[in-house]
Every structure is written in C-alpha cells, then in structure tokens.
C-alpha cells in the first residue's frame, strides 16, 4: 500500500480576490472613474469647502487674494456663525422667520404641483381627439429655459403695462403692484412656479397611471365601484411609489429654488427664502459675508437631510421603499 502526502490547498487571500475582482470588472470602474472625479471636483470639494468657511469669519476683506500679493487672514471661529444665525438676528437675515417663509413657499409650489399635475395626468390618460397635441403644449413650460419664462412671467404681472393689470382693469378691478414690497410678491413669484413645476408631474404621474393594470378598473367597476372610489382605492394606491418619489424631489427643488424668485423680485424681503439669503450674503453688499453664506448653505443642507430621513421612514412605514 502507497502512502502519498496530499497536496495543501492554497487558498487565495484578500489581495489575490481584489486583483480578480478587478481584473473582472475592470471596464465597470473605468467608465465610472470620471463620473466620481466630476461629482469629487463639483460636489464634493465645494460642500467640505463650505463646510470649513462656515466655522470661520471669511469675507471678502480677509480672504487670500492673489492680484493684490494679500495673503488670508481670516480666523477659526468656531460655532460662533451658527449662534448668531440661529439666534434669529435680522441683521443675519432673520433666520426663523426666512426658514417659515421657505416652509410655506415649498409646501405651496409642490401642493399645487402634485394636485394639478394630478388631475391633467388623470385626464390626459383617457382616449380623447389630439391627446399628443395636449400633451406637447402642457409640456412646453417645463422645456422653456427658466429665465426665459420668469422675465415673461414679469412682464405680465408688471404694475403699469402688464397684462395681468389690464385684464382686471377691463373688467373693472383695480391693478395691483405684483411684484412690490408685499406679500403679493410672494403669490406672484409662487404662481409661477407652479406654472413650471406641474409639467413635470403631470409626466411622471401620467407614466404611473398608465402602468396600473386595466383589470383592476375594471374590477371595481363591476363591483359598482362609483368614478370618485375608483379614484380612491385603485389610482391613489397605485400611484403611491411614483409620488413618494415626485414628492420628495419636488421639496428639494423648490427648497432650493433661486432662478424664479431671484430673476422676478430680486432682493425683496416678501420673497426671501434660504437660498436667496445666502446668495445675498455672498454676493451682495459691500463686503461679502463668505461664512454666513456658508452657514446659512450647511443649515440648508442639513433641514432637506432631516426631511428627506423622517420623508423615507414614514414611506416605508406604509411599504414603500425609496
């Protein structure tokens, strides 16, 4: 009988699996290489960027400036912006106040957003004569740059040759100063919002609508199921994963929202929300508050987080997941 020694196996280690794995999929991470570069450069860099400014007292006085051979000499403050934000000073625009303004301008845009886009989505997914061309014509607002539509948009609410005055005028209402230093300006600016914010929903809920199984409309209807809870029991639920998410992108948009408010009033007061505060301080005035604005962009940042964490936990609460 022949004895042999049994081979030992050798079994390959971690840098022997990273190598494979690589080798494997080496294509996969060269194609998105660049895009991780790009996000590093334009997000990330940025936002660890403002970040540090916004525990110091960076402005345009102290900040390193190379044409003028000044070296930086701004300071490590600490939390010291976040007080002064946060205590509510009006001279640091207010915060409290800026961030219920904010709360109501976003909750507004995104209510009619969703209800309107809603209701013509519910519409234009029945059988009806030129149905591509509605689709097309409600779509076009969404398709116009944003600048384009909020300087039209100015022009019909101006207070003395607007069109918006001379229809109530015609029909014997008093003209109103839209766009003044009033809470007009704030429905004004919302308006049109609205106005470009539905095409996108009326979209994504439409592609919702048109993926629920037929049978289940047609199942309601023979269980006598009236229109309104057809509706109710069939539409809205089955629409649910499409509007969770529609809904918490819409927040983030019109939370952030610049161009529209900015482009149309400007630095108005009634108009004020977060972002244009902070663009503001970083802009505007005679020195250029670098650290409010990195602060006021932080506490931005962290209100959405906070939103977007308890938004997703209550979605799937109700089985949803985002």
């Known amino acids: 009988m022949t004895l042999t020694a049994e081979k030992p196996v050798v079994r390959a280690g971690k840098p022997g699996r990273v190598r494979a794995f690589l080798g494997r999929f080496w294509f996969v991470y060269a194609m998105v290489l660049p895009v991780v570069v790009v996000l590093g450069v334009l997000v990330v860099f940025p936002l660890l960027q403002g970040l540090y400014f916004s525990f110091t007292d960076i402005n345009d006085n102290n900040i390193a400036n190379p044409v003028l051979d000044r070296p930086a000499r701004y300071e490590i403050t600490g939390l010291e912006n976040?007080?002064?934000?946060?205590?509510?000073?009006?001279s640091?625009?207010?915060f409290w106040a800026t961030l219920t303004r904010t709360l109501i301008w976003t909750f507004a845009c995104v209510f009619f957003h969703y209800t309107i886009g809603l209701a013509l989505a519910v519409l234009l997914n029945r059988p009806m004569r030129f149905r591509t061309l509605y689709r097309i014509l409600l779509i076009l607002p969404w398709a116009v740059p944003v600048f384009i539509s909020a300087f039209a948009w100015k022009y019909l609410f101006n207070s003395?040759?607007?069109?918006?005055n001379w229809a109530l005028e015609a029909v014997g209402l008093p003209g109103q100063v839209w766009l003044g230093q009033s809470d007009l300006a704030l429905v004004s600016v919302v308006v049109v919002n609205v106005w470009l914010g539905v095409p996108f929903m009326m979209v994504a809920l439409l592609g919702g609508l048109q993926a629920i199984p037929a049978d289940l409309y047609e199942a309601a209807e023979v269980d006598g199921a009236t229109p309104w809870q057809r509706f109710v029991h069939v539409t809205l639920p089955g629409l649910r994963a499409v509007s969770s998410s529609v809904v918490l992108l819409g927040v983030i948009?019109?939370?952030?929202?610049f161009p529209v408010i900015y482009l149309m009033t400007g630095n108005n007061p009634h108009t004020r929300i977060l972002v244009t505060y902070a663009f503001e301080r970083f802009f505007s005035g005679a020195t250029r508050d670098f650290a409010i604005a990195s602060t006021y962009g932080v506490l931005i940042l962290s209100v959405l987080l906070v939103f977007a964490t308890v938004y997703r936990r209550a979605m799937r609460g109700q089985g949803e997941v985002l």
Do not use: K, P, Q
Not at 82 to 87: E, I, K, M, Q, T
Not at 253 to 257: A, C, G, L, S
């Open 82 to 90: 976040y007080f002064h934000v946060l205590s509510g000073d009006a």
């Open 160 to 164: 003395e040759y607007g069109l918006i």
């Open 92 to 94: 640091y625009g207010a």
């Open 253 to 257: 948009w019109t939370f952030n929202m």
